[in-house]
């Protein structure tokens, strides 16, 4: 891997690592950490939001495999192996708890969640019936243990195949981003009054990274990777702080 090609990968990860220390995981965070409650506990969006972020990270360090096939990179590849106790478990993750949560805002039946730090992963009795029950706080003890592995992978240590893989995955992801960006710019452009028209802007990518990565991957192109390194730099030290 080039030098100029790391630089930038790195540079991308420290702009979208920052992006989710401050909203996904500050938020699970709030809703696991400081929200106590038995009813309006945040339960279920909590752990929807956990799942979330599993699929987001499998879906970037497999170069971009999208779906359940991100949650299961991440799952097998980080999850299980720093954590063998979830070994088994990713079809009830996914296909119980996950579905039922983003569909129907319900865990489907079968599984109880919980916010006392035991009985995590363990089957409990409620009302007669037989439970797997899911601690959040020791779920997001261990997402967060496997984050925080995932950072130092790709910032720290710097392993090449891992940021050769994030950045297929990034550039995936900025596409996506590029593409529902354009939907709404096309709303927006039919609804904008008239006189407003002159100062709208196509193809403007709302996001919050530096401008410095936008700009980086608006020229590079995600195969090759061919922007001098010190010409990105100098992008880097005059937009870091736009």
């Given at each position: 891997?080039?030098?100029?090609?790391?630089?930038?990968?790195?540079?991308?990860?420290?702009?979208?690592?920052?992006?989710?220390?401050?909203?996904?995981?500050?938020?699970?965070?709030?809703?696991?950490?400081?929200?106590?409650?038995?009813?309006?506990?945040?339960?279920?969006?909590?752990?929807?939001t956990v799942i979330s972020g599993?699929?987001?990270?499998?879906?970037?360090?497999?170069?971009?495999?999208?779906?359940?096939?991100?949650?299961k990179y991440f799952w097998s590849?980080?999850?299980?192996?720093?954590?063998?106790?979830?070994?088994?478990?990713?079809?009830?993750?996914?296909?119980?708890?996950?579905?039922?949560?983003?569909?129907?805002?319900?865990?489907?039946?079968?599984?109880?969640?919980?916010?006392?730090?035991?009985?995590?992963?363990?089957?409990?009795?409620?009302?007669?019936?037989?439970?797997?029950?899911?601690?959040?706080?020791?779920?997001l003890d261990d997402f967060l243990?496997?984050?925080?592995?995932?950072?130092?992978?790709?910032?720290?240590?710097?392993?090449?195949?891992?940021?050769?893989?994030?950045?297929?995955?990034?550039?995936?992801?900025?596409?996506?981003?590029?593409?529902?960006?354009?939907?709404?710019?096309?709303?927006?452009?039919?609804?904008?009054?008239?006189?407003?028209?002159?100062?709208?802007?196509?193809?403007?990518?709302?996001?919050?990274?530096?401008?410095?990565?936008?700009?980086?991957?608006?020229?590079?192109?995600?195969?090759?990777?061919?922007?001098?390194?010190?010409?990105?730099?100098?992008?880097?030290?005059?937009?870091?702080?736009?």
């Open positions: 891997m080039e030098e100029s090609d790391k630089l930038r990968t790195i540079k991308s990860g420290v702009d979208l690592f920052r992006l989710l220390d401050q909203y996904l995981i500050e938020d699970l965070k709030t809703m696991i950490g400081d929200v106590q409650k038995d009813v309006g506990g945040l339960g279920y969006p909590a752990i929807q599993m699929e987001l990270l499998g879906f970037l360090m497999s170069g971009g495999r999208e779906k359940e096939a991100g949650f590849n980080y999850l299980v192996k720093k954590y063998p106790i979830y070994a088994g478990l990713d079809n009830i993750f996914y296909k119980v708890i996950r579905h039922g949560t983003a569909h129907l805002f319900i865990v489907k039946s079968g599984v109880s969640i919980s916010k006392s730090r035991t009985m995590h992963l363990e089957i409990i009795s409620k009302d007669g019936r037989q439970l797997l029950n899911v601690d959040l706080k020791n779920l243990s496997c984050y925080e592995e995932i950072k130092k992978t790709l910032l720290i240590t710097k392993d090449e195949y891992s940021l050769k893989q994030f950045w297929q995955g990034f550039s995936k992801l900025f596409e996506q981003m590029r593409q529902a960006q354009q939907i709404v710019e096309t709303h927006l452009k039919d609804k904008m009054p008239k006189q407003s028209l002159n100062s709208f802007q196509p193809n403007t990518i709302v996001y919050n990274v530096s401008s410095s990565t936008i700009a980086s991957l608006q020229q590079a192109n995600a195969s090759t990777m061919t922007l001098p390194p010190e010409q990105w730099l100098k992008k880097n030290n005059n937009k870091a702080d736009q």
